[in-house]
């Protein structure tokens, strides 16, 4: 019930391509489902995120497609660049959890110059 | 604003020895999480702090695993005696614990723990 599941645990792409990563959830309690980033020796650092009550959500070249009868959310990276290289996450809270942050298993992309 | 500090960054220790991390978050936050990252593996949460009361500690190993948070600021977590499995990078990240906020957690850079 607590699961979020991530994938592909992997992805290549190439500079100016577009990067997509899915995200599944089981526990319709979840009202938050941030993505992080984060950088190899570097904590996770909060990219973008959606509330259930709207399906897209874009922040420049960033944008999360949230479908919410699938309880599935996907983070999509246009125009993906070198430096977008990283590993990211999605994540899932509830309120009354204090906010407590259920991650997946993460992606590696790449980005090929 | 300073981030959330952590210290050591890095550590190598003998199974069955005892290690501490220490975590001095945002300033202001009043809530304070423990998160274990075992290489290729998202963050798993060990346990939370709201000001100096402990919120979620249910997955935290307490037989080998302790943290506390006295003035409800800076942290430390204690692994005592550590194990192989143990090896992973420890996060400390803090927020902010306002009922209506965002949900953002500021991450330290973590601590990497090697068992050996």
């Known amino acids: 019930q607590q699961q979020v599941k991530q994938s592909p645990q992997s992805l290549i792409v190439q500079k100016g391509g577009i990067s997509i990563i899915n995200c599944a959830y089981e526990n319709t309690a979840f009202d938050y489902f941030p993505w992080y980033q984060q950088f190899p020796g570097k904590g996770p650092a909060l990219l973008i995120a959606i509330r259930p009550d709207v399906s897209e959500k874009k922040e420049g070249r960033f944008t999360i497609s949230f479908n919410k009868s699938a309880k599935q959310f996907s983070l999509h990276i246009m125009d993906s660049q070198p430096g977008d290289s990283a590993t990211y996450f999605c994540a899932a809270s509830m309120y009354g959890s204090a906010r407590q942050l259920t991650f997946g298993s993460g992606t590696q992309l790449t980005v090929l110059p | 604003e300073a981030g959330v500090a952590q210290s050591p960054r890095y550590k190598i220790i003998e199974k069955r020895q005892s290690v501490a991390f220490w975590c001095n978050p945002i300033?202001?936050?009043?809530?304070l999480y423990w998160y274990q990252q075992i290489l290729g593996q998202g963050p798993k949460l060990l346990i939370q702090f709201q000001n100096n009361g402990v919120v979620d500690d249910s997955q935290l190993p307490k037989d080998r695993f302790s943290a506390e948070r006295l003035k409800g600021v800076d942290s430390t977590l204690k692994i005592q005696p550590a194990k192989l499995e143990d090896s992973a990078v420890y996060l400390c990240a803090s927020s902010s614990g306002q009922v209506m906020n965002t949900g953002e957690l500021f991450f330290g850079e973590g601590s990497r723990l090697t068992v050996l």
């Open positions: 300033s202001g936050h009043a809530t």
